[in-house]
Nanobody, 127 residues
């Protein structure tokens, strides 16, 4: 069983940057796709990005393209999300999760396809 732990959240002004990390404290993440999701108060959990295991191919929701960068280090069993030019609407609790297989599913933004959720990390963007 994989156990994931997020870190790196915090508060930042609009236009600022944060880097989230996700580490597998138990088990291994390297043979599975991995995704980042977020959930703002009163809203449904939203898929942000996914990275495949074998070729490192990436996927992003349109609202973060060009601003967020997902990466992984299979040797270290970790995944990261670099968030630049943050906006108010990026405020949410961010979660990492393990995908169903090595490649990101076609519906990578569907949280029901992912498992082994971390506890979440708060990101707040405010002036």
């Amino acid at each position: 069983q994989v156990r994931l732990v997020e870190s790196g959240g915090g508060s930042v002004q609009p236009g600022g940057s944060l880097r989230l990390s996700c580490a597998a404290s138990v088990g291994h993440l390297d043979y599975h796709a991995a995704g980042w999701f977020r959930q703002a108060p009163g809203k449904e959990r939203e898929g942000v990005s996914c990275i495949s295991s074998f070729d490192g191919s990436t996927h992003y929701v349109d609202s973060v393209k060009g601003r967020f960068t997902i990466s992984r280090d299979n040797a270290k069993n970790t995944m990261s999300l670099q968030m630049d030019n943050l906006k108010h609407e990026d405020t949410a609790v961010y979660y990492c999760a393990k995908g169903p297989f090595g490649r990101c599913p076609s519906d990578y933004n569907n949280y029901l396809r992912f498992h082994n959720w971390g506890q979440g990390s708060q990101v707040a963007v405010a002036s």
